[in-house]
C-alpha cells in the first residue's frame, strides 16, 4: 500500500531545477512558470502602449553567472546596441521584454540556456511636436524634470510664470513648455495621436477633456507622453466671458504677453499684460486714449500662423464684456492703432496746409487779408 507524499508540488518544482542544472530534456514535465509571451505581456488587454525603445536610452544588461557580459550599451542612431561578444542587436520599437528575448535568442547560438537581465538605465527625452492654439507651437524635447516656463515669447518671465517638475513628462507639461494656450484654445478637445508599436506602426489618436476639471473639479486624466507624439490644441468655435477669465487665470494660460499699442494713447508702446486680457486693458495700461483718439475707430493687426496679417476694426466700448466685438481677447504680438477723431483730422489737415506758408502769414497780414 502506497502512501501518498505531501509536497508534491514542491517535488515537482524541485524535479525541474535538477533537470534544468543537469542539462536534460524537460519535456513532458509539469510547468509553472506562465510562457513567455505571458511574461511579456503580449496580448496586452487593456490597449496600454507600452514603452519602445529608441536612439538614445541606456540598457544596462548581463547574462545569470556569466563573467564578463555585463554591459551600459546606449541605442545608436540606427537602432541598434553592441553587446559583449554578441555584436550589434537590433532593438529600435521594442520593448523592454521584446528586447530581452531578442538578446537571449542571440546569447543562445554559444551558451547553453542563458538567463539575460536587461533594465532601462536611462530613457532618452521625450519629443514631441505641439501644434495649434499654444503661444509657441512646434517641437519640443522635454526630460524627466525641469522647469516650464508660463510666459510668451519677448515677455519677461515672472517667477509666478515658473512651474518645476520631476517625474515622466505628461500633456499639461508639454502644454506649459509651449508658452500656455491662446485666448482661443479649447481644453475639451486636446488630442494626442501616438505610434501604436514601432516605426511604421499605425497610429492611435487620444482625446482629453481638461476643461470639466477647472470646472467641476475631479480626477484628471494626464497623460504621459511617449517619443514621437503629436499633440494639437483645436480652435474654439467660441467661449464666454467666464470661460475666458477661468482658462487665463489657470497654469493652461502664460502668465503675461506683449501687445504693441500706438496712435492716440497717452504712453504708447509695448505693453506688458497678462494673457486673454481684454482690449481694454492694453489701452488701460497705455494711459487710455487722447483727447484726439476715437473709440469707434481702433484697429487690431493680428499676424496669422499663414504669415498673413488679419486686419479688423473695432468700436471700442470699455464696458462690453470680454470676449465680445467690442473688447475682444487679445494675444502675443498683437498691434492696437487708435485712430483720430473726425475734428482732428480736420485740424491737422489745415494745419498742414497752412504751415508753409505760415512765416508769410502774421496775424497783421490777416487782418489786412480781411479787410479790418
Not at 547553453?112 to 532618452?124: C, Q
Not at 520631476?166 to 494656450?181: C, F, M, N
Not at 501687445?259 to 481684454?278: C, D, F, L, Y
Request: hydrophobic share 40%.
Amino acid at each position: 500500500m502506497f502512501r501518498p507524499v505531501s509536497g508534491g508540488p514542491r517535488r515537482a518544482c524541485a524535479l525541474i531545477a535538477l533537470t534544468v542544472l543537469l542539462g536534460l530534456p524537460t519535456a513532458g514535465l509539469a510547468r509553472t512558470t506562465p510562457a513567455p509571451a505571458e511574461a511579456s505581456g503580449g496580448s496586452n488587454p487593456t490597449g496600454v502602449v507600452r514603452y519602445r525603445l529608441g536612439p538614445g536610452d541606456r540598457l544596462r544588461c548581463s547574462v545569470f553567472r556569466m563573467e564578463g557580459y555585463e554591459t551600459v550599451a546606449e541605442v545608436l542612431s540606427d537602432g541598434t546596441i553592441n553587446l559583449p561578444r554578441l555584436g550589434s542587436v537590433a532593438v529600435w520599437g521594442l520593448t523592454i521584454n521584446e528586447a530581452r528575448q531578442r538578446i537571449t535568442a542571440g546569447y543562445a547560438r554559444i551558451l547553453r540556456r542563458p538567463i539575460v537581465y536587461l533594465d532601462l538605465a536611462e530613457a532618452r527625452p521625450v519629443r514631441v511636436s505641439i501644434s495649434g492654439e499654444v503661444q509657441r507651437p512646434g517641437l519640443y524635447s522635454i526630460g524627466r524634470g525641469g522647469t516650464n516656463q508660463l510666459s510668451s515669447s519677448g515677455s519677461a518671465v515672472t517667477p509666478a510664470a515658473q512651474i518645476s517638475t520631476s517625474g515622466w513628462p505628461t500633456l499639461v507639461d508639454a502644454l506649459q513648455k509651449a508658452g500656455g494656450i491662446t485666448a482661443y484654445g479649447d481644453l475639451r478637445q486636446i488630442t494626442v495621436q501616438r505610434a501604436s508599436g514601432g516605426p511604421g506602426s499605425p497610429i492611435r489618436t487620444l482625446q482629453f477633456d481638461f476643461w470639466r476639471v477647472l470646472q467641476a473639479g475631479g480626477p484628471i486624466n494626464n497623460p504621459l507622453l511617449y517619443d514621437g507624439d503629436s499633440i494639437l490644441v483645436p480652435k474654439a468655435d467660441h467661449l464666454s466671458e467666464a470661460e475666458l477669465l477661468a482658462v487665463a487665470s489657470s497654469t493652461f494660460a502664460p502668465d503675461t504677453i506683449s501687445v504693441n499699442v500706438v496712435g492716440e494713447v497717452e504712453r504708447p508702446g509695448t505693453q506688458n499684460i497678462k494673457a486673454n486680457s481684454p482690449l481694454s486693458l492694453a489701452l488701460l495700461s497705455a494711459g487710455g486714449l487722447t483727447r484726439r483718439g476715437s473709440p469707434g475707430n481702433v484697429r487690431l493687426l493680428r499676424l496669422e500662423s499663414t504669415g498673413a496679417i488679419k486686419q479688423a476694426t473695432v468700436a471700442f466700448d470699455p464696458a462690453a464684456p470680454m470676449g465680445s466685438l467690442q473688447n475682444p481677447p487679445l494675444q502675443q504680438g498683437d498691434v492696437v492703432v487708435v485712430d483720430r477723431h473726425g475734428w482732428a483730422k480736420t485740424n491737422d489737415a489745415l494745419k498742414s496746409m497752412v504751415e508753409p506758408i505760415s512765416p508769410l502769414i502774421n496775424a497783421g497780414s490777416l487782418f489786412r487779408l480781411l479787410g479790418l
